[in-house]
């Protein structure tokens, strides 16, 4: 759904609704959670929910988009932010640059243990159901496109080349990550904020990206 026209207070309650079915899909999956829960977790009637949304599978998928888009977003906001130092010559240590960038652009998003296991729920829950696969499909196409554009600009900007096709090194990249983000949510509170450890993302890093091209 395109909410680019929607009035301010309309995109609020989508958002309390997405966030609320994040909660409960970390505590209960989501065969497990009902729409009353949701609603009640978002402070919401029901009347609210099926104003936003048709299904429970509808709230699933937008929860994708939105969460997706506002990853990126944050992104996107972190190559601009390093796009100067990022332009600058071969640093001495690529690794401890790396490092560096990656915990900057780990540090704006903040995510809980809840919302680590929900997402893992979200995808799983996507694959096992048939009449929502394609739909699920055709928006994980969108927003890699997405994200393989954001790559190529910070690569770009680094004046550095991958080693390998980048579609390769952006799998490698979105595996590692989300069993970073699992190995951190581990044995946490539901509400901790979870910290990735970026040394594995960044040992890939930089033995998959040549910076010797750099003056």
């Not at 729409?35 to 509808?58: K, Q």
């Not at 709230?59 to 190559?79: F, N």
Request: proline content about 2%.
């Amino acid at each position: 759904m395109n909410t680019d026209n929607l009035s301010a207070r309309r995109r609020q309650t989508r958002s309390t609704l997405v966030e609320a079915g994040m909660s409960v899909f970390a505590v209960k999956g989501i065969d497990g959670a009902s729409i009353e829960e949701i609603c009640e977790a978002a402070g919401f009637t029901r009347g609210a929910f099926y104003s936003n949304f048709s299904s429970r599978d509808d709230l699933v998928l937008a929860t994708i988009e939105q969460r997706t888009s506002h990853d990126l977003d944050l992104l996107d906001a972190a190559i601009e932010r390093w796009r100067d130092r990022l332009n600058s010559s071969q640093p001495e240590d690529i690794e401890g640059f790396l490092t560096e960038f990656i915990d900057d652009t780990f540090s704006q998003k903040r995510a809980t243990a809840a919302e680590v296991i929900a997402e893992q729920e979200i995808q799983l829950y996507c694959l096992r159901t048939p009449d929502l696969y394609p739909r699920y499909a055709e928006l994980s196409s969108f927003q890699i496109q997405r994200i393989q554009s954001l790559i190529e600009n910070a690569i770009g900007f680094a004046r550095a080349a991958s080693t390998i096709p980048l579609k390769d090194l952006i799998e490698a990249l979105t595996a590692v990550h989300t069993q970073s983000s699992l190995r951190a949510a581990a044995g946490r509170e539901l509400h901790e904020v979870v910290e990735i450890d970026s040394t594995q993302m960044v040992r890939i890093l930089s033995r998959l990206l040549d910076f010797s091209q750099k003056a």
